[in-house]
């Protein structure tokens, strides 16, 4: 039975403001903090600020509060819903109390928390670990698969300050034998990198972006994957580690045309068909294994065309944002292949695993992720496992925020192992793991 749901304003990892939930049951108190994006989707649900240019630049998130202490907290605890079998209608009370499409009325940030906090505390009270309730909720079967790490290593975009315009170039070790082996194998490249870049660069070219990883001085795609080629290639993983870019285009398509020089002061605007190509040559010259958001989330036709012919898995994330109906849509377009699930872009848990389900049926592959904004709540570690959806990411190796998910990815590892359960490592085969 919940008792109390207290919220509380906490700092995510960029500074910003985000909520913190701690909700009691008779067995404890559960507590969730919600995550937040910068290059998000133009669809993503509500995230609730308070806009009071005089409080945190008009980033408070009270109304959040004020909406979870007033409004969800009561109607939650008089409805009696029960956290060990009910969360599916305790997500469907908490869409109803705010009754928009978006969550525009009390917020994501405020309904998500809840949703998060419920499965946890469902979780203790039905005596499970949160993935193995994720995994009940879900309808996932056995074995138990373990993720491929994918680590943003060097970042670009709007999540770093060099003129990068791709935001994200990730390690896949999909060559390891384990999750922990994975780590391990891409923490050593990620130190062969900071190596690589201080001598290239000078120490100062070390410095990290929102999630992690390095943000040297480069400008161009080629530039960043020419460094992880040297950085795997000295760590001694060529053939075990793999690449994996989210340009997050939308942040650069303006007018038609994609602007590589975004954040430098010389344009260069690409074409929708200009940008393909040079995809397929990014494609043909690395060890490549998915794309994400190559274009942007309202340039349906180039991600139709571009996935009539794409050797990778594509990865719609903005063009998506973890929504039935969007996922629903890419698959009468033939626009992607897999759905990024990122829980604050829909805001309660049971929409997320509907999602993904949805995903799956249409043999999709579901890639989780964390938000460039996050905290040290590891709750999607836990859903990847009990999703066995094969891959995340989370960032670099790096930043407690980002290692808090490997972390517990690790530890679930070692735990099922102790238990004699079967557990497969995804590896090379992250796209079919909802089938292996
Ligand atoms: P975001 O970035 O959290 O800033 O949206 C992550 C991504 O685009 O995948
Ligand atoms: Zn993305």
Redesign the pocket.
């Known amino acids: 039975m919940i008792t109390a749901i207290k919220a509380a304003p906490r700092l995510d990892s960029r500074g910003n403001p985000t909520v913190q939930l701690d909700l009691t049951t008779e067995h404890g108190v559960f507590r969730a903090i919600v ?7 133009a669809n993503e649900a509500v995230e609730l600020r308070d806009g009071d240019p005089s409080n945190y630049s008009g980033k408070s998130v009270h109304k959040a509060i004020h909406n979870v202490e007033n409004i969800i907290g009561p109607a939650l605890i008089k409805s009696g819903l029960r956290v060990e079998t009910d969360q599916k209608k305790i997500d469907e009370l908490l869409i109803a109390l705010d009754g928009t499409k978006n969550k525009a009325n009390l917020g994501a940030n405020a309904i998500l928390g809840v949703s998060m906090a419920c499965a946890r505390a469902g979780a203790a009270a039905a005596g499970l670990e949160l993935y193995e309730f994720l995994r009940r909720e879900s309808g996932a079967k056995k074995p138990y698969v373990m993720p491929v790490p994918f680590f943003n290593v060097l970042n670009g ?3 770093s300050g060099n003129k990068m315009a791709f ?2 170039n990730m390690i896949a070790p999909v060559g390891a034998s384990s999750f922990s082996e994975a780590v391990r194998m891409s923490s050593e490249v990620y130190q062969h990198l900071k190596q690589i870049l201080t001598k290239q660069f000078g120490a100062s070219a070390v410095g990290i972006g ?2 992690g990883g390095f943000a040297p001085p480069i400008s161009q795609p080629h530039e960043a994957l020419d460094l992880l080629v040297e950085a795997v290639s000295e760590a001694g993983y060529e053939g075990k580690i793999k690449f994996a870019i ?1 340009p ?1 285009s939308s942040e650069f398509f303006k007018n038609g045309t994609y602007d590589l020089g975004f954040k430098d002061d010389a344009p260069n605007p690409l074409s929708p068909e200009q940008l393909m190509d040079l995809y397929h040559s990014l494609l043909s010259k690395y060890p490549i294994v998915l794309l ?2 190559p274009f942007a989330e309202n340039d349906w036709a180039s991600w139709t065309e571009f996935c009539k012919n794409c050797p990778v898995e594509l990865v719609g ?2 063009l998506l944002v973890t929504n039935k109906i969007y996922v629903q849509e890419a698959h009468e377009k033939k626009a992607c292949t897999a759905m ?1 699930l ?1 829980i604050n872009q829909i805001g309660t848990i049971s929409e997320a695993l509907e999602a993904a389900n949805l995903a799956y049926r249409y043999g999709w592959s579901v890639f989780v ?5 996050e905290t040290t709540d590891d709750f999607i570690a836990d859903l990847v496992v009990g999703l066995r959806t094969g891959h995340i ?1 989370s960032g670099a190796p790096c930043r407690g925020e980002r290692v808090a998910k490997y972390n517990r990815l690790i530890e679930i590892e070692e735990a099922l192992l102790a238990r004699g359960e079967e557990v497969v490592y995804a590896g090379a085969k992250f796209s079919a793991a909802s089938r292996l």
Do not use: F, I, M
């Open positions: 995550p937040s994006g910068a290059s998000t989707g975009g709007v999540h935001q994200e929102d999630e989210d997050a994400e958001d994330d903005d990024l990122k992720s964390h938000r460039s904004g990411k």
